[in-house]
């Protein structure tokens, strides 16, 4: 009887709203976004002039990169998996373990990394004081030299771009759509779960740090994390937790990469940081639930 | 009247010139002044903000991050307008605590859910019934762990998850199942003690926040210059108008004195619009027969209180509106003369005063006052005077009409004037000598002991105060009342209190029975004492020590008195309700109460050898005690034939002079605490 009380008490606590909640289009200027998307897929700002922005957040694969690590200049091997850019916007802090405060100064991290871009200010502005960027910078910009500051603001304008509203789930929640019976079975799991704990908000993740493997910890590669930052105990294992939104576009999974399968994500997250052991028809139905979460890539034709 | 005009016009050109070379600065101080304590307040209420954030992470199953990173963005960007390090601190390290709480939070509430989830189907697996009965226990610990910082659950907690640690069996099921019971115990167990670390830490060195105004003008040095520049000018100009002013006055003096005075005190009072006390004092001398009508506004303090300030000026408006208007056919000046008094003041020999005081009442409370879409009745009392001094008399009748039932007017004559004066006379004197004693904390403890009925011998003693009044000592009663009204009540508990408390201390045979009122436990002072007291000393102390309730007050508050009675028992205090029999007393208080001891009143003892009904009241009053585990004390008891009569009503203890009268507690020697 005890058990009971407490179970409904729990349960009119879960009964909180306004949890996930749809993404809207940001308003930015088309000017320099379309200045951005040069800068952007423009590989010559690299050390070895092969490598750009896109090289590891690539479009066809939802603005993420496919392969476990990515590969830098003269084909040096990156630590962690590269995250997509899709709606980093609304992330309250970028990189994994989130020592970036916005997009502004996680564009320092790839563009100076020894192996990722391996560029320095001085080299960047002499590119951008340079035809064909010097006049286009001007146009925007208005003064007698580009700084790198400003490379950063295209970069940023373009990213603000990059969000993914009206998926299945965002019409759902704004009552424009309906979801299907598994689907919403599948968020009723996501739910009771408790998946959703952490994955909460505009981003369904994104806006809060959790550690990795609290129940059972599983062998996994622990670099890079929240530790490394603070040096606090508290933080080994802890790490940004991402965004579900166009999960099903940006295998492969977690910070190593370790899994290509969504399915199979699924179960080990559900093992590692609930410890349960979810059955194949409930990891299905989570599983349709995130394929809601797709949105619209965003058509970057409209820009140009 | 030449040089008044100079010197006006000198101070003005003084003044406009002052005014017109600073007013830019003193503006923009002004300005930025008012912009300053806007960013502090917008400051702290972020702060307030983000910790309802952090509370409702806390509370709810799981809830939107979003809103919380919002607040700590503004927090951030408004830390940077202070400049200050030791701001900065304070605000990253909270921000860095909410992170660390973040990441306890969900796993510690997952770990909760998991394990009520796995229950459900845990008679399924487990045939031990001691395991089922000890999961039960383990979840209803890590639920009240998650919501209250105790350190005996988290003990027994961990004892239990050392039971699951430990848990052998033969059957694979129940290892199996066990295994994930002991996944989700193993994240509490883990995180349990960081999690409400970082809780508290969240809530730490808030006093910064009181400095937010002296950090921003530290680091705003022009700001402060302007200030300082502005400041120096404002004294210069002040000691100017100070020196003008002076010598104005000087200058008045040679004119009409009377009617300078006018000029300088204001002739109204803004509220009512009716004249006020000075105004009062000069006109009453210039009439040859004053009458003073001192009209006062019944429970006016209860308008303020309940309905607010506004209200009460309200109906002091209308009021004074309603006094002026009603004719009388005399001519008169109306007055207001203190918070809520009202002055009629007549010119006129040989009138009937009964006939007009009765007139304003009536005319008074017939009106009714609307306010805010509430409608008031009020009422009034009178006091009326043509002795002199007018005011005084007129207020002595005053308090004779407030303390009637019957009359709400009352004309000041002599005789009974003595006598008021005689009484005020007498409890100005008492209340010095409270005072006194309060200061030099020269409170008396009497003991006087309480018998078994059946033995003879003596169980405890009763603490009772005494008051040294020259060479007298008195009894604490008369000076109570005296001492509620003048505040000083909860500090006279309080040295009683502890007095007893040094007693109980010095001789660890004494068990004494110490009265409170309700209104000390009520206070916070008295309350914390009493509780440190209990803390303090060793375990049974609380055992020797009896609080008696006085009930002669309606217990309001009586959740917060049932809590005390509940704390205090746990010590092994017994509690006694004193008087009972009369007063509010009743059966229900009794029970409500948890009471152990009652005494019966003193007026249902002292004839109930011959006066049946008492005889019969206190038979049942008894027996129910009995019923309900309670034991009885009859008090007053000074004659055998008391004595007798109770012994066959089956009473417990006795007190009264036949067994003892109270001594000073100084007298207190080891033979009287031989029980």
Known sequence: MKIFIIITFLLTALSSYDIITPIKTLKINKAKAKLGIDLF???????????????????????????????????????????????????????????????????????????????????????????????????????????????????????????????????????????????????????????????????????????????????????????????????????????????????????????????????????????????????????????????????????? | MKTKAVLTILILIITFLGYKYNSKSLHNVLLQEKEVSHKINEFKNNIYNIDKETLKLSFFLYNNYDEINMLINKLDKQTNDFHNKALKDYVSKKIESIYHFEILNSPLKNSIFYTLLLNKRATQNIKNRDYLKKLNDTIFDMIVLKSVNDKLILEKFLQDYGYFKNYKSDDKTELLYNAQILGQLNVFQKYYVYYKKYFNAMFENRDILNELSSIYYNINEKLKEKKLSFSTFAILLQIILFIALISLLYFMKKFNNEHKKLQIVSKTDKLTGLLNRDFFDIDKQRLSHPILFLININNFRNFNELYGVETGDHILSEVAKIIKNIKMGYRARYYRLGGDDFGVLLDADNIDKDMIAKKYISEISNKKIEYNDLIFEVSVSIGVSEELPLFSNADIALINAKSDKDLNYYIYNKSYGNSKKTIIHANLKKSNILKETIKNNSIIIYLQPLVDIKTGKIIKYEALSRIKNRDKIDSIYPYLEIAKSSKVYIELSMQIIKKCFDLIVKDDKLNISINLSIQDILSDKINKLIMKFLDNNTKDVGKRITFELLESEMIEDFEFIEEFIMKVKSYGVKIAIDDFGSGYSNFEYLVKLHTDILKIDGSLIKDIYENKNNYFIVKHITKLSKELNIETVAEFVCQEEISKTLKELDIDMMQGYLYGKPFDAINLSKDSLKY
């Open chain 1, 41 to 304: 897929f423009d590989s010559s700002f690299s050390k070895d002039g092969k490598i750009s922005c896109a090289s590891c957040h690539q479009p066809g694969y939802g603005w993420a990169d496919p392969r476990k690590v990515s590969a830098g200049i003269y084909g040096r091997k990156g630590v962690i998996q590269s995250p997509t850019v899709l709606n980093a916007v609304y992330n309250f802090k970028q990189m994994w373990n989130g020592r970036f405060k916005d997009l502004y100064e996680q564009i320092n991290g790839p563009t100076h990394d020894s192996s990722e871009m391996g560029a320095t200010n001085e080299h960047i502005e002499k590119i951008i004081n340079k035809e064909p960027y010097k006049s286009k910078f001007q146009k925007i910009y208005k003064k007698d030299y580009n700084t790198y500051k400003m490379f950063q603001n295209a970069i940023v304008e373009f990213e603000k771009f990059l969000t993914t509203p009206d998926s299945k789930f965002d019409l759902y929640l704004k009552g424009k759509d309906v979801l299907s019976k598994d689907e919403k079975r599948g968020y009723e799991l996501f739910v009771k779960t408790g998946c959703i704990v952490c994955h909460n908000g505009k981003n369904v993740g994104g806006n809060n740090f959790s550690k990795i493997g609290v129940v059972n910890n599983k062998k996994m590669a622990f670099v890079r994390d929240r530790y490394s930052i603070t040096h606090k105990k508290i933080d080994i294992h802890v790490y940004k937790v991402p965004s579900l939104r166009n999960i099903a576009l940006t295998s492969p999974y977690f910070h190593t990469g370790d899994i290509k399968d969504l399915k199979v994500a699924i179960r080990t997250m559900g093992y590692m940081n609930l410890g349960v052991d979810l059955d194949d028809k409930q990891i299905e139905l989570i599983y349709k639930f995130l394929l809601t979460l797709t949105g619209k890539s965003p058509d970057i034709g409209s820009l140009r």
